[in-house]
C-alpha cells in the first residue's frame, strides 16, 4: 500500500479524512495535519472529512480545545464510559504499589480470573491475557492450530479481527492491499444470502480441495464490520455444528460484542445458544486500558501448554487487572446490562420512526447499544455508502460521532459507552432527523 504525501492512506475508511478533504480545513488544521504526515508512520487514518481534535473526555462526551462538546455514539473501548474516575484511581493506585507480570505469583490476576470466568460456561475455564484484541486473536489461533493440526481458517467477508502478520491474513475489512492467506476461505454473514452453515459446509470442502486442514471458524457475534447483522438468531450454533464435525474450531470474537453490549447477557454468542472453543476478548475489559484476554476450554489448551513456552510483558500485569476490576464492579454496580437491553429498547423504537420517515433507510438491524442504520440511494435500493459518508460528517457537525460499516459502507454504525441515557439517545436521534431531513430536501 502506497501512502499519499499529505500521510492519507488511498485506501480510506468509510468515514475517515482523505486528501480531498484537505482543502477545506484551517490554515492551523492544515499546519497540524501536515505536521503529523511529517512524523507519523504509514497506514494512519482519521475519523471524518474534518478531523475531529479532543482535548479531554468524560463519560459519553468527547471535548475539543476550546470547550466543544461532542455526543460519542460510537466509542466501545470507553466501555463504561471515558475517563472513569473509579478506573483511573484503581490504575493510579496499582501504579504507586507495583505493576509487574504473570511470573510472579499475585492474588489480584486470580481473583479477577475468577470473576471473569464466572460470566461464561462452565467448558470455558481458562484464562490467558493479552494487550490487545489483535494479540488475543492472535493467541487464539496459535492454540487453535497446536490442538486441531490444520491450519484453515474461515471468517466472514467484510471480517475485521486484527492487525498482527497472522491476524491481518484473515481480516479482510482492513483494504485491497492487505493480502487474505491462501489458508483462509470467506463466507457471506448472517441474512445476508445464502443460510451461513450451507457456505461453512462448502468452505470446508474447499479447503479438502486444496489439501488444507480447517483449523477453525472465527467470526464477531454481532459481525459489526458485515454491516451489523445482529439477526436472525441462532445461527452460530449450526455453523459450530459444522466446524466441529470437519475436526475444527469455533473461536468467538468478542471484542466488539461482549461485555453486555447486546443488552441480554455478558458475552454475544449467548444469543446463538453456542458453547465456542475460545473466546477473545479486547480493550473494553479495561476501558481502553491495554488489557486483553483469550477464554478456552482447557482441553484446546492442553497441546500448546505441553509444546508452547508464552509470555507476554503486559498482558495481565498488575495494573492491567486493577483497571479490569474496577471496570468489572462499574458494570456490576451501575447495572450496565441492564441499561443496554433498556435504554437499546429506546434507541430502536426512535430508529424505526425514524426509518418510516426516511427513504433512505431500507433497514435496522442491531441489539443492546450495538445499531446498524442500512442507507440506499431511494432510486434504485441500491447501497449507497457516498451518502452514508455525507450522514456521517454531517452528524460531526451537529456534534455527534457515529461511524460506517459494511462491505459498501453504507450502513450507519451506532455503537456508544455504556452509560450511554435516554437522554443521550434523544440527542442523537434529534441530529439524525436533521440530517436525514436536510439530506431528503436538497
Not at 475508511?13 to 478533504?21: E, I, K, P, R, S
Not at 461532542?70 to 504499589?97: E, F
Not at 470442502?205 to 454481532?222: E, Q
Request: some cysteine; charged content about 20%.
Amino acid at each position: 500500500m502506497t501512502t499519499s504525501r499529505s500521510g492519507v492512506s488511498p485506501v480510506g475508511m468509510v468515514n475517515g479524512y482523505t486528501l480531498a478533504d484537505r482543502e477545506r480545513q484551517t490554515a492551523g488544521t492544515k499546519a497540524k495535519l501536515d505536521r503529523r504526515a511529517a512524523l507519523l508512520g504509514p497506514g494512519y487514518q482519521l475519523f471524518y472529512a474534518d478531523p475531529v481534535e479532543i482535548s479531554h473526555a468524560r463519560d459519553v462526551h468527547l471535548y475539543g480545545p476550546h470547550g466543544e462538546e461532542y455526543l460519542d455514539a460510537y466509542n466501545n473501548v470507553a466501555s463504561v464510559g471515558h475517563a472513569h474516575p473509579a478506573v483511573a484511581a484503581a490504575v493510579s493506585r496499582q501504579l504507586s504499589v507495583v505493576n509487574t507480570n504473570t511470573r510472579y505469583l499475585q492474588d489480584g490476576i486470580l481473583e479477577f480470573s475468577e470473576r471473569l470466568l464466572a460470566t461464561f460456561p462452565p467448558e470455558l475455564d481458562r484464562v490467558t491475557y493479552t494487550c490487545t484484541g489483535s494479540e488475543a486473536n492472535d493467541l487464539a489461533v496459535r492454540i487453535a492450530r497446536q490442538h486441531t493440526g490444520g491450519t484453515g481458517l474461515i471468517v466472514t467477508a467484510n471480517a475485521y479481527h486484527g492487525v498482527t502478520a497472522t491476524v491481518a491474513e484473515f481480516s479482510p475489512s482492513l483494504g485491497p492491499g492487505n493480502a487474505l492467506g491462501t489458508h483462509v476461505r470467506l463466507v457471506g454473514a448472517p441474512g445476508a444470502g445464502e443460510p451461513m452453515r450451507n457456505q461453512v459446509r462448502a468452505a470446508i470442502a474447499d479447503l479438502a480441495r486444496h489439501g488444507i486442514k480447517l483449523c477453525a471458524f472465527i467470526a464477531d457475534s454481532v459481525f459489526s464490520s458485515d454491516g451489523v447483522r445482529t439477526h436472525p438468531v441462532p445461527v452460530l450454533d449450526g455453523v459450530a455444528d459444522e466446524v466441529h464435525a470437519a475436526g475444527g474450531l469455533y473461536i468467538a470474537d468478542e471484542v466488539q460484542a461482549g461485555f453486555g453490549r447486546t443488552g441480554e447477557d455478558w458475552w454475544g454468542f449467548r444469543r446463538h445458544r453456542v458453547i465456542p472453543d475460545l473466546v477473545t476478548l479486547g480493550k473494553p475489559i479495561g476501558n481502553g486500558y491495554p488489557v486483553s484476554a483469550v477464554v478456552l476450554q482447557e482441553r484446546v489448551g492442553r497441546e500448546f501448554d505441553r509444546t508452547v513456552r508464552y509470555f507476554n510483558t503486559f498482558g495481565g500485569s498488575t495494573a492491567a487487572i486493577a483497571a479490569a476490576q474496577a471496570v468489572w464492579n462499574v458494570i456490576e454496580e451501575q447495572d450496565l446490562i441492564r441499561n443496554a437491553r433498556v435504554v437499546g429498547a429506546h434507541l430502536r423504537s426512535g430508529l424505526v420512526d425514524l426509518a418510516a420517515e426516511s427513504p433512505f433507510v431500507s433497514e435496522i438491524r442491531g441489539t443492546g447499544l450495538f445499531y446498524g442504520v442500512e442507507i440506499v440511494n431511494p432510486e434504485t435500493a441500491q447501497p449507497d455508502g457516498a451518502h452514508a459518508r455525507d450522514l456521517v460528517n454531517a452528524l460531526r457537525h451537529r456534534h455527534v460521532l457515529i461511524s460506517a460499516s459494511g462491505p459498501d459502507g453504507n450502513v450507519l454504525k451506532i455503537r456508544p459507552p455504556l452509560t450511554f441515557r435516554p437522554e443521550h439517545v434523544d440527542r442523537l436521534l434529534e441530529a439524525l432527523d436533521l440530517v436525514l431531513r436536510a439530506e431528503w430536501a436538497r
